[in-house]
């Protein structure tokens, strides 16, 4: 054997012992990092005094490998809470300390957080960012809705959109639908094969747990409604004028899709439903309990992430301010 292959033998062999060396580290870094945001992603562990808190929303969290049925979770349930108007003032003052905690996140600017809602049609995603994030700063808050991929989108990667909307350093980001529909429309329409739409679940993960690595909070809500009460709020639309503009035929249409899209929520939620990127199933038949659990649940996860203002430059108290 020549030099040379010898060389190269000897360099392959410390390619792989560096590369056998670093597998464990790498795994261990891995780990300790998922645990850290594992502990942030159940902010009553972190926060609440005295659990469980008011209202309970740890009970809506789909724990990493539980199997849910959305038939048996009640979309009426309130807990103690029977009128909205036995919730309004703590709504006002979550939506105060919710202001507080973005305007410290955004002077922080080293963090931030997505939140992505989902639900069936008139599921109430439009009117939560609405009543939630009320009195947030503008500037700290952006919301991204999901149609139909252009033609740009469609030339990439299922999630390449989705990751070109994710928050930067210091913003909260909402999703008003998300990278969840390609596992859920493309799955009861049958817009791709099963073969390709069951691998998006790793690739969901994968995605998300990235994005928590580089300090990116994700919280995902499935806002939970019965059938009849769709109907309900379909009928509303349909019998006031002012409301025609959100009445799409198309609807009637995908409401024949109900038991199908069932099947597919549970198994993305199922699938998909994290340590470090948690999953609530909230039920939101009733408007204003659905905000309150939802307030609660963003505001406690924001108190856990802990941001803080940066310090301030030294010597300010030796600037006077000229005439």
């Given at each position: ?218 919280i995902k809500f499935f806002l939970h409604i019965s059938k009849d009460e769709q109907k309900r709020r379909l009928q509303s639309r349909l019998d006031n004028p002012d409301k025609h503009w959100k009445f799409s035929s198309n609807d009637i249409k995908e409401r024949l899709f109900w038991d199908d899209y ?62």
């Amino acid at each position: 054997m020549s030099d040379r292959s010898n060389s190269e033998n000897n360099t392959d062999s410390a390619a792989n012992d560096i590369a056998q060396a670093e597998a464990p580290k790498t795994k261990k870094a891995a780990a300790l990092a998922a645990a850290q945001i594992a502990d942030v992603m159940s902010p009553e562990t972190i926060v609440v005094d005295e659990p469980p808190p008011k209202p309970n929303y740890p009970q809506y969290r789909v724990k990493p490998g539980e199997r849910i049925s959305l038939a048996d979770i009640d979309p009426n349930a309130s807990e103690h809470y029977t009128k909205k108007q036995h919730v309004e003032e703590e709504l006002e003052h979550l939506r105060d300390r919710l202001g507080d905690l973005q305007e410290r996140l955004y002077a922080e600017n080293q963090r931030s957080l997505l939140i992505v809602l989902q639900a069936m049609d008139t599921g109430g995603k439009d009117g939560t960012i609405k009543h939630v994030f009320q009195g947030i700063n503008p500037q700290g808050c952006q919301v991204w809705s999901f149609k139909k991929p252009s033609d740009e989108e469609a030339s990439h990667d299922f999630l390449w959109r989705y990751h070109q909307r994710s928050p930067r350093r210091g913003m909260i980001t909402i999703f008003n639908r998300s990278h969840y529909e390609d596992v859920l429309v493309v799955r009861v329409k049958q817009l791709v094969p099963e073969d390709v739409w069951r691998k998006r679940y790793h690739a969901i993960n994968d995605f998300e747990q990235m994005l928590t690595f580089n300090n990116i909070g994700v919280i995902k809500f499935f806002l939970h409604i019965s059938k009849d009460e769709q109907k309900r709020r379909l009928q509303s639309r349909l019998d006031n004028p002012d409301k025609h503009w959100k009445f799409s035929s198309n609807d009637i249409k995908e409401r024949l899709f109900w038991d199908d899209y069932q099947i597919a929520f549970e198994e993305a939620i199922n699938n998909c439903s994290t340590a470090y990127a948690p999953w609530y199933v909230v039920p939101a038949n009733n408007k204003w309990y659905r905000n309150l659990v939802i307030a609660r649940t963003i505001v406690d996860t924001l108190e856990a992430m802990n941001p803080q203002y940066p310090g301030a430059e030294t010597g300010l108290e030796n600037i006077v301010i000229p005439n």
